[in-house]
Structure formats: C-alpha cells, structure tokens
C-alpha cells in the first residue's frame, strides 16, 4: 500500500475507448471534471473503471466528484461491474472509494482478487455490514490476521460479531499477542477469568456505548431514545452519565474492548475498574496518551498494581510530571517512589519533605537529601 488514504496507483490501462483520452492525466481539467460527474456518454462497464481511476485524480474536485458518481450509481448498474474486476488495485481503488457504501464494498470483499491489505483497510473503515462479511471467510482471516485486529478495533462492529471472530482466533492458534488487550480477551474465553457480570450488555446497547466512548454521543443517546427534549448543552454531561451506566452493565469481554476503542473520559471510568484484569488492560490501550497516564499516577484511589505498572514503564517515566506524580502519590510503590525521588528538583524534593500527603518513607528521604545537601 502506498497510503492510508490513496492505496495502490490504478493505472491508465483501465480506460477505454474516448475515456482514454478523456479521463488521463495528460486531459484538461475540464474534460476530467465532466467524466468525474458522468456527463459524457459511455456505458457502464467503460464509466466505473473510469471513475475508479478519478478517485485518484490529482485535482481533489475531481476525486470527489468522481466518488460522487459512483455512489450515486443504481446498484443494478454497479454492482454487476464490480463482481467482474479482476485487478487487485482497481478493487483496492474502489473499496477505499466506496467503503460508506455498504452493497459496493461487500462485493469488493466478495471478489477472490481482492488483495488481503484492501481487506484490512475495509476492515479498519468499514461498517457493520461490510465488516461482518469480512469476518465470515476465515480463511483470509488465517492468512492475514491484521484483518482480526482491524475488526477489533472498529468500534461500528457489534459485540457478537467480534467475540465470534476472537473465538475463531483462539482455536486457530492465531498469534495475536501483540494486540492491545487479547491476552486479557484469550483469558476470558478459555474460562481462566471469571466472569460474573451475567452476559454483559446487549449487542445495541453496547453499540451505544461505544458511540458514546468514541465522541458520537448524540448519536448514541437517539439510539437509546434519550435526551430526546434535552437542549445540546446538556448532552455531554447526560451521555457520560449513560456510559457509567451502561460501562456497569458490561461483560469483562466489553469492557476490555471498550477500553481499547473508547476515548480519555471511557478510559478515567475503566481504570478504576474492580477486576484487575479490565482496569489494567487500560493501560495497553493504543490511544493511552502521556497526560492521561500522569493524571493516573496523581490518582491516590488507584490500586498499587495499576501505579507499579505505570513505574515500570520506562516510557512513561521519560515524563517529569508522571515521576513526580508517582512519588508524591502515596499508594505507590515505595521501591518507585524513591528511585524518581532523586530525579526531582531541590523545589519539589523541599515540597515533599514537608508534605504530609506522601509516603512517610519517602518524606523522610526528602529531608535527608535536603540535610545532605545543605551540608555541602
């Protein structure tokens, strides 16, 4: 792939006929223009290759108004052309293209010559449908599990689908490993967790949540038929509360995955989590950020395992202000909180001496390093 966005380069040989000319790189921008909006005669099976080729066109009116065009299309017309593309770029061009329209994007997911990285990217950006079309051949799945990881990580997929997708993954011995939040997942399948939450949240439910989780809020809460006479003000503050709620209701399987798609504010809910294993696999969270991390290790209700696992991380440490937190946070570790104790500043070392807050231990290093130091 050559990009997030603009995938494999079509090439030229697509197009037929007076499109040739018309449709090239070398053409006018207006004779593009008007192929990009089907205003020149051609039949289909000519057309859609075409304006295929101008979602890569470099003029961005082009691009758009040639996507336009496609999704306009009748699916009587289109979808017949699709099934009969045999080049794998041209299908990559048009899942990227199409990957809002559901009907064109299952047909470049059906097509045998579609390529497992177009795959994977429709996995990343697709919907529901599309989605669900992708996890039913498994042996793609098999061959290329980064389409799994993409699956997980869409928060339109349901519930179902995915723990489906998981369950397939566990049997075939799929190395996974390295994916945020699996092992915790592998775990809870193969019963090494207990999981006494009573099934978790429906597949709708949990959808909700995760629109809420994922910063569609006012989505969610019309799916859930709430707030339907409440002014825009107030939505943030009664969706949040929703997803307490629902967070509540939630299955260990649902609350890990939630934890890897959700935003900061679903995050500050699942830290404080009380299985271990969910408030920890907040941590491997792939949108974690720096500034959520030392706002953790600030935290004096946190649980030692949670602050111990932020002081190891030598990343993390990196920060002045996630040291600082941990050594003034009481419930660290106290092996943690006086190995950064000698990286802080003589300012907050002073401050720690005298504060009453922190670890006795560790107050009382502070006042010796300051002795020490004015003995000098």
Same mark, same amino acid.
């Given at each position: 792939?050559?990009?997030?966005?603009?995938?494999?380069?079509?090439?030229?040989? *697509?197009?037929?006929?007076?499109?040739?000319?018309?449709?090239?790189?070398?053409?006018?921008?207006?004779?593009?223009?008007?192929?990009?909006?089907?205003?020149?005669?051609?039949?289909?099976?000519?057309?859609?290759?075409?304006? *295929?080729?101008?979602?890569?066109? =470099?003029?961005?009116?082009?691009?758009?108004?040639?996507?336009?065009?496609?999704?306009?299309?009748?699916?009587?017309?289109?979808?017949?052309?699709?099934?009969?593309?045999?080049?794998?770029?041209?299908?990559?061009?048009?899942?990227?293209?199409?990957?809002?329209?559901?009907?064109?994007?299952?047909?470049?997911?059906?097509?045998?010559?579609?390529?497992?990285?177009?795959?994977?990217?429709?996995?990343?950006?697709?919907?529901?449908?599309?989605?669900?079309?992708?996890?039913?051949?498994?042996?793609?799945?098999?061959?290329? =599990?980064?389409?799994?990881?993409?699956?997980?990580?869409?928060?339109?997929? %349901?519930?179902?689908?995915?723990?489906? #997708?998981?369950?397939?993954?566990?049997?075939?011995?799929?190395?996974?490993?390295?994916?945020?939040?699996?092992?915790?997942?592998?775990?809870?399948?193969?019963?090494?967790? *207990?999981?006494?939450?009573?099934?978790?949240?429906?597949?709708?439910?949990?959808?909700?949540?995760?629109?809420? %989780?994922?910063?569609?809020?006012?989505?969610?809460?019309?799916?859930?038929?709430?707030?339907?006479?409440?002014?825009?003000?107030?939505?943030?503050?009664?969706?949040?509360?929703?997803?307490?709620?629902?967070?509540?209701? #939630?299955?260990?399987?649902?609350?890990?995955?939630?934890?890897?798609?959700?935003?900061?504010?679903?995050?500050?809910?699942?830290?404080?989590?009380?299985?271990? #294993? *969910?408030?920890?696999?907040?941590?491997?969270?792939?949108?974690?950020?720096?500034?959520?991390?030392?706002?953790?290790?600030?935290?004096?209700?946190?649980?030692?395992?949670?602050?111990?696992?932020?002081?190891?991380?030598?990343?993390?440490?990196?920060?002045?202000?996630?040291?600082?937190?941990?050594?003034?946070?009481?419930?660290?570790?106290?092996?943690?909180?006086?190995?950064?104790?000698?990286?802080?500043?003589?300012?907050?070392?002073?401050?720690?001496?005298?504060?009453?807050?922190?670890?006795?231990?560790?107050?009382?290093?502070?006042?010796?390093?300051?002795?020490?130091?004015?003995?000098?």
């Amino acid at each position: 792939m050559q990009g997030f966005q603009t995938g494999v380069a079509v090439s030229a040989d *697509v197009l037929h006929g007076p499109l040739r000319t018309l449709a090239g790189r070398e053409a006018q921008l207006a004779a593009r223009m008007r192929v990009a909006k089907a205003l020149l005669p051609a039949p289909p099976d000519s057309l859609v290759p075409a304006l *295929v080729y101008l979602t890569q066109d =470099p003029d961005a009116g082009v691009r758009q108004a040639a996507r336009d065009s496609l999704a306009q299309m009748p699916g009587e017309v289109l979808l017949p052309i699709l099934q009969g593309f045999k080049d794998p770029a041209l299908l990559d061009a048009t899942g990227r293209a199409l990957h809002n329209v559901s009907r064109a994007a299952v047909e470049v997911v059906l097509n045998n010559h579609t390529e497992d990285d177009t795959i994977r990217w429709l996995a990343t950006m697709g919907g529901s449908e599309v989605c669900e079309t992708i996890v039913r051949n498994q042996v793609r799945a098999v061959r290329s =599990p980064a389409i799994i990881e993409a699956i997980y990580f869409n928060p339109s997929v %349901a519930q179902g689908v995915v723990q489906a #997708m998981l369950e397939f993954a566990v049997r075939s011995n799929l190395n996974l490993d390295h994916v945020p939040g699996f092992r915790e997942m592998r775990a809870v399948l193969l019963g090494e967790v *207990v999981d006494d939450s009573g099934g978790g949240l429906s597949d709708l439910k949990f959808q909700s949540a995760m629109l809420i %989780a994922t910063g569609q809020g006012e989505l969610a809460a019309q799916l859930l038929g709430q707030l339907s006479d409440e002014q825009r003000a107030h939505i943030e503050e009664k969706v949040m509360s929703s997803l307490g709620a629902l967070i509540a209701k #939630m299955s260990v399987s649902q609350k890990i995955r939630i934890a890897m798609v959700g935003d900061a504010a679903t995050r500050k809910i699942l830290i404080r989590d009380p299985k271990k #294993m *969910v408030s920890l696999a907040v941590l491997k969270s792939p949108r974690l950020t720096d500034s959520e991390i030392t706002t953790f290790a600030a935290n004096k209700t946190l649980s030692e395992d949670i602050l111990a696992n932020i002081a190891r991380n030598r990343q993390w440490t990196k920060d002045y202000a996630t040291r600082k937190a941990l050594v003034f946070n009481p419930k660290c570790p106290i092996t943690f909180s006086l190995t950064y104790l000698r990286t802080l500043t003589p300012k907050d070392i002073k401050d720690c001496a005298s504060s009453r807050d922190v670890n006795q231990t560790v107050s009382r290093q502070a006042k010796r390093m300051l002795e020490t130091s004015q003995k000098k």
